[in-house]
């Protein structure tokens, strides 16, 4: 295993959740990590909790160097600004995770396809699938002039099962695929392309619907097998740090078979399985 020290990161959709800790847990095997997001100090979207400014400090404290940048990856023009201020700035650019997704807004409502409204795509492939696919197109470039570079996309993966809301599943399974092509176009150029699923999260958003926090969400049966963001975060680190990683490109890889391959555990101290369908 290698530190990231030295090495350039870039995390989208890192306000809060995932994102925010696969950001600070780059910071802390070394790296610079740019972190992107659509809520800033003072304005914070649908009064979420969590800014890239919060971000970036806790890469500063985390022994990292956290850049925020806002930028909505729905618009092509500030996502191509982003991967402009970074070879600007860095030179290069090393790990990228596409982890920008749109559903928060909506949320992910039950029921069948023929009862769900249209507004599921925009929020989910626009605001969700094509804003990566956005990010890789500009992105790649500046990969491609490195020896060696990473591209992780966060999805949800279960062996393929069907996850049980219409949008999500096709949402989610185009990420795994988006992996899968663009690791065989990228082979040549030794980047490695993978999507890694994290198992049943508690973010902000999921603490706050419960009605819980971080010190007391053991009182929900319902977070029993859930698991802090900072496991996928730890998972993803692992990989950039494996100088073996070319092996997984182009698979679906779940945070909880990492965690016993590379022996991390949660915040914790725990270990927790894949999360199963």
């Known amino acids: 295993m290698k530190s990231l020290a030295g090495k350039v990161a870039l995390v989208t959709g890192a306000s809060r959740g995932a994102g925010r800790a696969i950001a600070i847990e780059l910071g802390k095997a070394g790296a610079t990590v740019y972190v992107t997001g659509r809520s800033t100090k ?11 400014d919060d971000t970036a400090a806790r890469i500063d404290e985390a022994g990292g ?7 909505d990856h729905t618009v092509d023009a500030e996502t191509k600004a982003v991967i402009e201020q970074i070879r600007e700035e860095q030179g290069k ?9 749109g559903a928060h807004d909506i949320g992910v409502n039950p029921g069948a396809f023929w009862e769900q409204s ?15 696919l956005a990010t890789n197109h500009f992105a790649i470039p500046l990969l491609r002039e490195n020896k060696e570079a990473l591209i992780v ?11 049980g809301q219409f ?22 150029d030794g980047i490695a ?16 619907h419960m009605g819980v926090n971080e010190d007391n969400w053991q009182e929900s049966e319902d977070l029993k097998v859930s698991e802090t963001p900072h ?27 990492l965690a016993k391959e590379y022996n991390f555990t949660d915040v914790d101290g725990r270990y927790i399985p894949p999360f199963t369908l």
Request: proline share 2%; with cysteine.
């Open 153 to 163: 996309h966060t999805t949800f993966w279960d062996e393929g099962k069907y996850t």
């Open 42 to 52: 003072g304005n914070s979207t649908q009064n979420f909790p969590g800014t890239i």
């Open 231 to 257: 496991y996928v975060g730890r998972a993803i680190t692992a990989l950039a740090m494996d100088s073996n990683v070319m092996e997984k490109t182009g698979r679906a890889l779940r945070a909880g078979d």
């Open 93 to 101: 650019l090393d790990i990228l995770i596409n982890n920008v997704w």
């Open 65 to 71: 160097i956290g850049i925020a940048v806002r930028c």
């Open 118 to 132: 249209l507004e599921n795509w925009d929020t989910m492939f626009t605001a969700g699938v094509r804003a990566q």
């Open 193 to 208: 392309v993978m999507a890694v699923s994290p198992g049943f999260m508690r973010t902000e958003l999921v603490l706050e």
């Open 167 to 188: 949008y999500y599943d096709l949402a989610k399974n185009a990420l795994v695929r988006m992996a899968y092509g663009l690791s065989e176009e990228l082979k040549e």
